[in-house]
T-cell receptor, first 118, second 110 residues
Framework: EAGVAQSPRYKIIEKRQSVAFWCNPI?????LYWYQQILGQGPKLLIQ????????DSQLPKDRFSAERLKGVDSTLKIQPAKLEDSAVYLC????????????????FGSGTRLTVV | AQRVTQPEKLLSVFKGAPVELKCNYS??????LFWYVQYSRQRLQLLLR??SRESIKGFTADLNKGETSFHLKKPFAQEEDSAMYYC????????????FGKGTLLTVNP
């Protein structure tokens, strides 16, 4: 099966500019996650979608970050305006979804988008 | 609240030596624990999960609820085991989100 696709792979922008990342999950995966991984740290969940609804966005800096998954398939994550501290790898992951029993979660990560804010 | 602690940022061993990567967690309920691995220039991928009680690439991990630990072990390390290892916890509730530790960089020297 095809994996989780993300684009672009790399992006360099100046602070205060805007940027958008795109993710196409595995076909049939209802749950989609965006994680932020700052250098030297583990991935941190930004937002979780179940189909096209938001399940958890408690750690999303909503003053500058936004995300959508309009048709319940692919998703975009946007930062506007970017700050230096947003430099990180942004990972998208998908899974069949919760409620399918413990252990049956099918989490698959994309390759990530490396963002550098200068 | 869910928290995962990996106390070692770096771990260096020689080929053939035993290796143990430590992971401790904090969670009020009954969690699921996982180990993820990221090899150089590759994406994050699942190594093993406690619920399967499996051994992958010679690695095992046992969930110790008394000590709230899920340490990753391998009796004889290989050079190809060099990678970044992340311990992760998934709680219950409605979202099943993964909470990751900060990771341990394992280097296996020849």
């Amino acid at each position: 099966e095809a994996g989780v696709a993300q684009s672009p792979r790399y992006k360099i922008i100046e602070k205060r500019q805007s940027v958008a990342f795109w993710c196409n999950p595995i076909s049939g995966h209802a749950t989609l996650y965006w994680y932020q991984q700052i250098l030297g740290q583990g991935p941190k969940l930004l937002i979780q979608f179940q189909n096209n609804g938001v399940v958890d966005d408690s750690q999303l800096p909503k003053d500058r970050f936004s995300a959508e998954r309009l048709k319940g398939v692919d998703s975009t994550l946007k930062i506007q305006p970017a700050k230096l501290e947003d430099s990180a790898v942004y990972l998208c992951a998908s899974s069949l979804g919760p409620g399918l029993g413990r252990g049956n979660y099918g989490y698959t990560f994309g390759s990530g988008t490396r963002l550098t804010v200068v | 609240a869910q928290r995962v602690t990996q106390p070692e940022k770096l771990l260096s061993v020689f080929k053939g030596a035993p290796v143990e990567l430590k992971c401790n967690y904090s969670y009020s309920g009954s969690p699921e624990l996982f180990w993820y691995v990221q090899y150089s220039r590759q994406r994050l991928q699942l190594l093993l999960r406690h619920i399967s009680r499996e051994s992958i690439k010679g690695f095992t991990a046992d969930l110790n609820k008394g000590e709230t630990s899920f340490h990753l072990k391998k009796p004889f390390a290989q050079e190809e085991d060099s990678a970044m290892y992340y311990c992760a916890l998934r709680g219950g509730g409605s979202n099943y989100k993964l909470t990751f530790g900060k990771g341990t960089l394992l280097t296996v020297n020849p």
